[in-house]
């Protein structure tokens, strides 16, 4: 890194997409970038496309690698909530990824020095017409989404009475709880923790799923976990294929014991 | 009030993705389409609008002549109208975003809204594009929304959280599972989206933005050690994960 652009304007305290999109174009053009990278979170995937938009440029959302060949970049982006991967390019002088978080590691500069300078830009008022005025955040509850130990449950707890065998296991590990689907849909979980196709997709350290069977909706969303573990009493549940540890048996018999025996090594 | 809600055709959650024969694609051998799930949200969401507000829903999807399915679908979920952007090629989400903008500047909507992402290439570009190439106000994620005249108040996942927004029409939202409870279509309102006016119009042409050169299925070695449920299996689970995987 040789140089970093600070824009101070009163106009971005608040977060706009617009605006801040209308400002990285304005670098990008006046520093003759033609590569931009933003996080593919819930801001970056937000921004990039206006971006795109102003810059005429081709953009990839949400890639998990980027590879150097010639004067391309070549860009591997899930696709089907993880099911295949596509390979891509922008046709575009002016190109856009989304990248990923947590896939990506940082690696040292080689770069003697540092320019820093401000940078001016104008936003005009087209691009604030969206305002936050709050914001409210899941108070000691970690988003699955975003924990590296996810314990999710499934249909075969029975009943939403039963979760606490899942939570248990969950803090016991320092984790957060997910939930399949059938669960979600049910009522007895918020869908917020839903993992799968139509839910969050999650790669953690370790997944472990306590009484799910492994719909392909559901695998899509969490097989790019790191290890996955899983106990359910039906021995040809799906999940198994997936799983690197797993234990054949009822949960309400296994998952207490487990979660004691953790408890105790702690 | 008039809703354009833009729709587009997936194939089922519970699709076994195999690659087709081009290598970039996937084999549509078999494969269940349906109305993508976030659309759905979507669809409900602008149905409620008009319910309220007065006016009418326009659903509108980009795509080959199969497409026509969906629509039917959203027209007997209550849409009056609906427009087909046709095109037997997979356009990118540049191009498919141009075609919705032209649609979106021939008439007067006063608000546009999708479903948060497309399962199929998740790719969360359209609400942002859209909105920049209308240059209008766009928030996606949205997870609870209120339109009160021309204001537009509602609450967005953020990682972790809610961000509580306000803006005001017209603009372009995206809406995220759990903001509604999508309706059924019924049988008199599947005989009536029988006669609804579908516009089928070919797609305009533009440059390609980004293509498509590969797909493959991801494939990743599984340790696969299955034990059973004995104490001493119980004990070893924890110590294979402590000491193996390294893992807790």
């Given at each position: 890194m040789s140089k970093v652009n600070v824009i101070k304007n009163s106009n971005l305290s608040s977060y706009s997409s617009s605006a801040i999109a209308?400002?990285?174009?304005?670098?990008?053009?006046?520093?003759?970038?033609?590569?931009?990278?933003?996080?593919?979170?819930?801001?970056?995937?937000?921004?990039?496309?206006?971006?795109?938009?102003?810059?005429?440029?081709?953009?990839?959302?949400?890639?998990?690698?980027l590879d150097y060949n010639g004067g391309d970049i070549i860009a591997s982006k899930p696709v089907y909530a993880g099911k295949a991967v596509t390979k891509s390019k922008s046709e575009r002088t002016n190109k856009i990824f989304s990248l990923r978080p947590n896939i990506f590691t940082a690696s040292e500069s080689n770069s003697t020095s540092?320019?820093?300078?401000?940078?001016?830009?104008?936003?005009?008022?087209?691009?604030?017409?969206?305002?936050?005025?709050?914001?409210?955040?899941?108070?000691?509850k970690l988003d699955v989404s975003e924990a590296d130990k996810v314990v999710s449950g499934g249909r075969g707890l029975k009943g939403p009475e039963n979760f606490y065998i899942v939570e248990d296991l969950a803090k016991s590990i320092g984790g957060a709880v997910g939930a399949s689907r059938a669960v979600v849909d049910a009522g007895w979980r918020p869908h917020g923790?839903?993992?799968?196709?139509?839910?969050?997709?999650?790669?953690?350290?370790?997944?472990?799923?306590?009484?799910?069977?492994?719909?392909v909706q559901h695998l899509a969303g969490m097989s790019s976990s790191k290890i996955i573990v899983a106990i359910n009493k039906d021995?040809?549940?799906?999940?198994?294929?997936?799983?690197?540890y797993g234990i054949v048996g009822d949960i309400f018999d296994v998952v207490p014991k487990l979660t004691a025996k953790i408890n105790s090594l702690s | 009030m008039n809703v354009l809600v833009c729709v587009s055709r997936v194939p089922d959650t519970a699709t076994r993705v195999e690659?087709?024969?081009?290598?970039?694609?996937?084999?549509?051998?078999g494969v269940k389409y349906i109305l993508n799930p976030y659309d759905e949200y979507a669809l409900e969401e602008g149905l409620r609008l008009v319910e309220k507000n007065g006016g009418e829903v326009t659903v509108c999807t980009v795509g080959a002549d199969v497409c026509?399915?969906?629509?039917?679908?959203?027209?007997?979920?209550?849409?009056e109208k609906a427009v087909h952007i046709k095109s037997e090629e997979t356009l990118d989400s540049f191009s498919v975003a141009k075609n919705i903008a032209e649609v979106a500047k021939s008439a007067n909507y006063d608000v546009i809204i999708l479903g948060r992402q497309s399962i199929d290439f998740d790719s969360f570009q359209m609400v942002s594009m859209l909105g920049e190439m209308l240059e209008l106000p766009s928030v996606s994620m949205v997870a609870k929304l209120d339109i009160n005249g021309t204001l537009v108040t509602g609450e967005r996942d953020i990682e972790g959280g809610k961000e509580i927004f306000e803006t005001s029409l017209p603009a372009v939202i995206s809406v995220q599972k759990g903001i509604n409870e999508p309706r059924y279509p019924k049988l008199p309102q599947i005989m009536k989206a029988k006669s609804k006016p579908i516009d089928a119009r070919p797609a305009i042409e533009t440059e390609k933005y980004t293509s498509v050169l590969s797909m493959e299925i991801p494939a990743k070695q599984r340790v696969g050690k299955i034990l059973t449920d004995s104490d001493s299996d119980i004990n070893e689970l924890v110590r294979l994960l402590r000491e193996e995987a390294k893992v807790i």
């Open positions: 209308s400002s990285v174009a304005q670098i990008a053009t006046a520093e003759s970038c033609s590569i931009i990278f933003y996080p593919a979170n819930s801001y970056g995937l937000e921004i990039a496309p206006r971006t795109a938009v102003k810059l005429e440029a081709g953009y990839i959302s949400d890639c998990i690698g540092v320019t820093i300078c401000d940078f001016a830009v104008n936003i005009s008022d087209k691009d604030l017409k969206v305002k936050i005025t709050g914001l409210s955040k899941n108070e000691g923790e839903q993992v799968g196709q139509t839910g969050k997709t999650v790669s953690p350290n370790i997944y472990i799923a306590l009484a799910i069977s492994g719909a021995k040809d549940a799906p999940i198994f294929k997936v799983a690197d | 690659i087709g024969a081009d290598g970039k694609s996937i084999n549509n051998n026509v399915d969906i629509l039917r679908t959203s027209l007997a979920m209550g849409a």
